[in-house]
């Protein structure tokens, strides 16, 4: 079996198309054994993981814990609500200490874009980005193109658009580059306060018009919106985004064709997606949270079973 | 008393239009002799294997972080880095603990350098605690010493602050020192805006924070007829509003850090807070066009913006990782490299923009190698290729993106105040 280039998980730009394939094709074994009464294997056991969360995280941090649980690996959890970082300690200094300890891997979590790269250049663990400021969530993108490639099965000329607030996304990073890898087609729609700049130099196109960018569509991915620090910043109120941007029944219903709808959680319902929509046939929601542990595994196993 | 006889050098001044080759006797303070095959008995010969002796370099922006900060430099450690560099003069931007705005402050800066064989000017602060709030003493500052005004690391936002400010400092005859910054624009940003950071997810700084602030601070300029110094400027619209205001007749001037004539935004893709400074590094265009600037004589000066921090404190994240890198001891080696190897300045031209303009900026006595003038003096080499080796800088930090760079040419050493730094 073939291996990762690399021995981290930082991000999905310039991973090659081959890594991504092969941590896609490995997720279906993990789903398979995800169907089973007995959902543990023991292909990490005797590793350690530790889940170093610098910023509240429930759903990230249970689904990768519950992957490391499922390889049978030695899980400790660090969130920084409980750590010495209040403390004044600096990031390397935490990151050294838990490292003394001697841990395998790190699933790292900070608000600081490049956090997870900058403590991987000065550890010997593997890290996995779990995401980091707004610069990559790799697994949430991976997770987002198992959930596309099980309905679609091909990427080639795949139109993508991702839908929010793009300029602050790390989602959308990372699904623009694994997208781009794999071959799709990919949009990014939203106010133009909230697309970042220059991003159509990555070959990106841009929509501000949502009935556009769905007519565009064959795959929609709708971005929360950070209720807490957009409102009034980047878009006058939630009500008017809602009306300009929201996915609708009624705005999908004038398409004439259905698309396939994700997004990445927690739901506001009413504000970037309606319920009936969040809730309906086209929606791969609930498979994307299934999916997520799947790729998870697959990620821990490929990184924690790399040959150095 | 000191006495030296400089032999196989050539000397180049520029503002006496002297480009020689002839020996160079100093006694303590004073040029005593300049000629060919020049034997003194009681001088100690200096062989300088054909290097250049200059007119003694100025870097009219550094940070020596004494009183308050010491533990990243002081102002004995920051001259000798600046010694090393061949800066024979340098003027301290005043955001110290506490800040250079009041006379006393001022003072405690010359006491300090006193008996340094660098000359360590203090820059008196614009606004009283660097608030931008109320202007500081600025005729008790100028009493004491201060060569120029400045914020430096805050903009002065108040525009009718900037307005008496500007009116202060050119009834005083000396220029106001603008860090070009609009706050509301660089909210939290950590680099340069472009598609780097777009890729990287890093908070953004808009060049429309420094275009915005430099535009408006022309027409304030030109409207009180002040005498305005732009920091560290680094954008190409910067550099066009500069140019048509000196084309317009204002009295304006502006310097060009190294970094900013050398790196662009694509070396922070690394996250290495040795690339973060403020104003951040910019794209390959502004990088063009800040050589253009200095070539067409646009920029005046270059100078570095010398910001030394701790290891610790810059080894954080990007994000939080404070702005600036130190330049002192790279800063000849990477105007060589950078601009006379490829032929954007003569030596000669190098020499004003280290030397002759910002002592000219800064009211300093002009600088020139005559027999009986002031014995101020660095020794340039600009032709031995060399690897920056951060170890070794006399800087009491070590912030620098160029260490392991390749460089041609360095500087030797100086003499001034009547004593011979000689590294090489």
């Known amino acids: 079996m073939s291996s990762l280039t690399n021995s981290h998980l930082l991000g999905l730009h310039n991973v090659p198309k081959q890594d991504i394939e092969l941590i896609l094709d490995s997720t279906d074994t993990f789903l398979e054994i995800l169907d089973r009464p007995i959902k543990k294997v023991p292909t990490l056991q005797g590793q350690t993981v530790v889940n170093l969360f610098f910023e509240n995280s429930t759903r990230t941090r249970i689904s990768f814990e519950l992957a490391e649980r499922r390889l049978s690996s030695d899980v400790v959890n660090f969130s920084a609500s409980t750590s010495s970082v209040k403390k004044g300690e600096t990031l390397l200094d935490t990151a050294r200490n838990i490292e003394a300890m001697k841990v395998d891997i790190v699933v790292m979590r900070h608000s600081a874009a490049g956090s997870v790269q900058f403590l991987s250049e000065r550890c010997t663990s593997r890290f996995i980005n779990a995401g980091d400021g707004a610069h990559e969530h790799p697994t949430q993108a991976l997770l987002d193109m198992i959930s596309i490639r099980q309905k679609t099965k091909t990427f080639d000329g795949l139109n993508v658009c991702i839908i929010g607030d793009i300029a602050h996304s790390r989602v959308a990073r990372s699904n623009i580059y694994g997208l781009l890898t794999m071959g799709a087609n990919v949009a990014v729609c939203g106010p133009a306060s909230m697309i970042p700049y220059d991003l159509e130099r990555l070959g990106v196109r841009i929509f501000t018009d949502i009935d556009e960018a769905l007519h565009f569509s064959d795959v929609i991915n709708v971005l929360r919106i950070q209720l807490e620090r957009d409102a009034g910043a980047n878009f006058p109120s939630l009500r008017e985004y809602h009306n300009s941007y929201g996915i609708t029944r009624r705005r999908l219903d004038t398409l004439g064709k259905e698309l396939l709808i994700l997004h990445p959680g927690p739901i506001n319902r009413g504000v970037e997606i309606e319920s009936e929509v969040a809730d309906g046939p086209s929606s791969v929601i609930l498979p994307q949270v299934t999916n997520g542990v799947a790729i998870r595994m697959a990620v821990l196993y490929l990184i924690g079973t790399r040959a150095e | ?424």
């Not at chain 2, 008496?164 to 680099?191: K, N, W």
């Open chain 2, 1 to 424: 008393m000191a006495s030296y006889l400089f032999k196989h050098a050539r000397i180049i001044d520029p503002v006496a239009g002297l480009d020689t080759q002839k020996d160079i006797l100093v006694v303590d303070t004073v040029i005593e002799r300049i000629g060919e095959g020049l034997s003194a008995s009681d001088a100690e010969v200096i062989d300088l294997k054909g290097a250049f002796i200059t007119p003694g370099l100025c870097d009219m922006h550094v940070h020596f972080r004494e009183p308050g900060q010491e533990h990243k430099e002081d102002i004995a450690s920051g001259a000798a880095a600046a010694a090393a560099g061949g800066f024979t003069a340098v003027a301290c931007m005043p955001n110290t603990d506490p800040p250079i705005d009041n006379a006393s402050v001022a003072l405690f800066v010359y006491g300090k350098a006193k008996g340094l064989p660098v000359d360590v000017y203090p820059i008196g602060a614009i606004t009283k605690g660097r608030k931008g709030e109320s202007i500081a003493p600025m005729i008790e500052l100028r009493e004491a010493g201060a060569v120029g005004f400045s914020d430096d690391g805050s903009p002065v936002t108040n525009t009718r602050v900037l307005r008496t400010a500007l009116e202060y400092a050119s009834m005083l005859d000396l220029p106001l020192i603008q860090h070009a910054e609009d706050p509301q624009l660089f909210a939290g940003g950590a680099m340069n805006e472009s598609l780097v950071s777009t890729e990287l997810g890093l908070p953004p700084i808009s060049r429309l924070s420094e275009d915005a602030v430099v535009t408006r601070d022309l027409l304030f300029t030109e409207y009180v007829n002040g005498c305005y110094h732009l920091a560290h400027m680094s954008t190409s619209g910067a550099a066009d509003a500069v140019r048509a205001a000196k084309a317009r007749g204002l009295r304006v001037s502006c310097e060009v850090a190294p970094h900013h004539f050398t790196l662009t935004d694509e070396a922070v893709r690394g996250f290495d807070s040795n690339v973060k400074m403020n104003p951040p590094l910019r794209t390959a265009d502004d990088v063009q066009a800040m050589k253009e600037a200095l070539r067409d004589g646009t920029a005046d000066a270059i100078a570095t913006d010398h910001a030394p921090h701790a290891g610790f404190e810059k080894e954080v994240e990007f994000v939080y990782a404070p702005f600036g890198i130190i330049g002192l001891e790279t800063a000849f080696g990477l105007s060589v490299t950078e601009l006379l190897l490829d032929d954007w300045l003569t030596l000669p031209d190098l020499i004003e923009k280290l030397s002759t303009n910002p002592r000219r900026i800064l009211r300093l006595p002009e600088l020139r190698i005559a027999e009986g003038e002031t014995a101020n003096l660095s020794f340039l080499d600009t032709e031995t290729q060399w690897i920056v080796d951060a170890a070794q800088f006399r800087s009491k930090s070590r912030n620098t993106p160029f260490h392991g760079r390749q460089l041609t040419g360095r500087a030797l050493g100086i003499y001034n105040n009547g004593q011979l730094i000689l590294h090489r």
